[in-house]
């Protein structure tokens, strides 16, 4: 291109001397001629000067006409063909060749038009395959991807698993990070797990905080459990953002071809099924598919579409149980919800709440309870408190501090005979709105509990920041704090804590005399347990006169 400019230029430079040249020959010769009388040597002179100009003009005018609009047709079309479409074609000069020119502008905007459409398909053709914030491979490109290891699998006798994998309380990271850092987990995540993949290995994900993989199974037992801990250990790697550091947490089901089904479908809803129980348990993070869990499954739907009924058909009820001083003096009872089903039986809480909360009937089954227990509590002796749970759900409804007041008021007990326990998962998942709606509960006048601590996240965090007046250690701890040195640490811990902060704590789940000893003796202020009691409907205790018993006696009357 620069040479041929080049060239253009020395040509535009030498037709200007020749336009001179000819010029000169001609005004020149029309002198001589016209100074020249008769046929004499000077008129011939001027003739010759005249006819030397000739070719001279002749090839001034095929330069002007033709020669320069062809060179500029030429370029034109040169550029076209290197792909060179922004800038528009430049009118080709004289008017033989405008038309031309236009033509050529009008091919030009058409094929920058197509280059155009053509980028556009091939990112939308891109994005229906990956997903946009980590570019990952989506739902629908991982399923070519495993469909065509499940084909390789078959051709030649070998195996697949599929894998789904879950953040754990990825919305409380949200919540309490922001977005950004939200995000910036999902990247970090997804870029640290295709760092350590290999041959044969596939990540994808599937929308939110949802990640699929599979793998190729040629070797022994250990290659999937090493597979598995390889994107593990790569999921949970702290993530800094924005001066917070985080260290996410994950829930892994899989599944496997061909043992556990043909169908790539089944697979990865084999693995989701899985994904979600190892999320639903408190122990194992990482669980194989297992045929019991389509059961529980279907239960679970069959419960979800139960539950709406179950109050309005009788089967729902509460229970009260027990919570003393460890010197023995009652306290007060907690509120614990029943639902006895017609077929199935007793169905404990920790099934149904969730179920209730998912669907949104834990706001009318919480109000339930909450009035049940208040007016429960107005039959037992006045020195005892009345503890009722209340769920995440809840505590995100801005109506609750509302519903509290109106059932102390239509049941006319005294606010601060009203505990409310809520768990530290509930009170992290959103910190300003728990800060806002605690603040308000307590402006009436009811204590606050906090339920199953040192299970969650941030137990030291949730203390420090939320006003409460009780920490109940989660019975997992007090389960086995006797035989194993570390519950027994961590026990002792809490408790430390609570003092350190004046807050009373008390042991939940204690079932045994060597267990109260233990809690005693590290400083416990009360105790809540099957050593203590079951909880039993309110009739009973009434009917026993337990709520008179001993302690509470004593307690009354000082
Ligand atoms: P939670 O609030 O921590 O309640 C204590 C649970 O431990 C109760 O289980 C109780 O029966 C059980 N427990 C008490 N002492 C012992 C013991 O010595 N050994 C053992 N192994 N267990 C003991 P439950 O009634 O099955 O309730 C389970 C959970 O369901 C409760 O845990 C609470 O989180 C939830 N829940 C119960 N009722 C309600 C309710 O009305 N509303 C809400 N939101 N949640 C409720
Ligand atoms: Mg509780
Ligand atoms: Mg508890």
Known sequence: MKVRRGQSNAGRGSSLAGGLACAALTLGGLAVVAMAPGQGAGRWAGVAMLALAVPGWARLIWQGLIAAPLHALEQALERLARDELDQPCAPLPGRRFAPMGLALERVRARLAERR????ENRYNAYLAQHDGLTGLPNRLQFAVQIDAEIAAAQARGGRVAAVMIDIDRFKHINDRFGHEAGDAVLRGAASSVQAVLRSGEGLARFGGDEFAAFKRLDGGA???EAFLSRIEAALCAPIDSHGATIRPQVSIGYSLWPEDTTRREQLINNADLAMYRAKAGRARKRLRYDPEMDERARRRGALVDELAGAGTRGELSVFYQPQHHVDGTLLGYEALLRWTHPQLGAIGPAEFVPLAEETGLIHDLGNWVLNEACHAAMQLPPLLSMAVNVSAVQLADPALPRRVRAALATSGLAPARLELEITETALAANRDRALAVLAQLRALGVRIAIDDFGVGYSSLDTVSVYPVDKIKIDRCFIHDFVTHRASRSLVAAIISIGQSL?????AEG????????????????????FLFGQPQPLALILALGQAGALGARRRWTG
Do not use: F, K
Not at 116 to 119: G, I, S
């Open 510 to 529: 204690v079932e045994s005399e060597s267990q109260l000893a233990l809690a005693r003796e590290l400083g416990c202020n009360a105790v809540q347990g």
């Open 502 to 506: 004046g807050v009373p704590v008390l």
């Open 222 to 224: 250990d290659e999937l």
């Open 116 to 119: 155009t459409l053509l980028a």
